[in-house]
């Protein structure tokens, strides 16, 4: 099993900032059934920002212990790429990388709204040949408010990841509920567990499959946790056509009200 999103190198932002809490974070994932891992510290973030060089130095010191090597787990290159118009600088002089230096790139939006400018990045990455993957969408407040907007974005050609743990429940009813419908409506195409440390915000797979609340969605569950291959292989991820949930409002610009249109 792939994870596409986590936190666990050593130093570099909100994740961990010891060996030992880094080796806790990568026996869960063992444990998890997890074996290969691509590293996405934050770039371009207010708070943290970890070019591709410091990324790679970071994974080759990591992979350099000894009880890391017996983990059996590959560690991969990757960043989560805080939506900015230099992000694009980034990508031609190589501060900036996709996931496991492929096309697909993971960007974060701000927590609190999605930026007017998100749509004609999204446009542009893809005029230069790179794929957007929109992080946990479920934790961003105007989409959780109005999933149409997540519906024109996707429709637009992001894809979007969905946290395993709001999926698992782990951060409340509400928003696991949010979670499902994304998946039922073909907004998000991968899981990934966005683990930063191994007890507060741990790496959760195996869970998803036990949980009462996601039994009729188990396959669904599988194949998006199966589409991480495609990321790290470069290749065309086949995909379910965006269904629009029904909504009675949209934002500024892109997203107007229903009314308004």
């Known amino acids: 099993m792939i994870d596409l999103h986590n936190h666990i190198l050593i130093g570099v932002d909100d994740g961990p900032e010891t060996f ?45 212990y000894p009880e890391v090597k017996a983990l059996g787990i ?9 939506l900015k118009d230099h992000l694009f600088e980034g990508l031609e002089q190589g501060t900036a990388i996709g996931l496991n230096k492929s096309n697909y790139v993971l960007i974060e939006l701000p927590s609190s709204h999605v ?27 105007a989409i959780a408010n109005d999933l149409s907007i997540l519906y024109e974005l996707v429709n637009a050609g992001a894809l979007a990841q969905l946290t395993s743990t709001t999926l698992n429940g782990d951060m409340g009813k509400k928003t696991q509920k949010l979670s499902i419908q994304m998946i039922e409506h073909n907004l998000v195409h991968f899981v990934a567990s966005d683990a ?16 009462k609340n996601l039994k009729n969605i188990q396959d669904e569950i599988k194949r998006l946790l199966n589409n991480a291959e495609v990321i790290v292989n470069n290749d065309k991820l086949n995909k379910n056509r965006p269904e629009e949930p029904r909504v009675k409002k949209r934002f500024f610009g892109l997203f107007q009200r229903k009314d308004e249109l």
């Open 196 to 211: 930063h440390h191994s007890e507060t915000r741990p790496f959760i797979m195996k869970s998803l499959f036990t949980n």
């Open 115 to 141: 930026p007017s400018s998100t749509k004609q990045i999204i446009f542009e990455l893809q005029r230069k040949s790179y794929i957007p993957i929109i992080a946990h969408p479920e934790r961003n407040k």
């Open 74 to 82: 590959e560690i991969l290159l990757g960043q989560e790429i805080r």
């Open 20 to 64: 030992e809490e880094s080796l806790a974070l990568l026996k869960q994932a063992r444990d998890e059934g997890i074996t290969h891992i691509v590293a996405t510290p934050h770039h371009l973030h207010p708070n943290w920002d970890t070019p591709t060089s410091v990324v790679r130095k970071k994974v080759d010191e990591l992979m350099e």
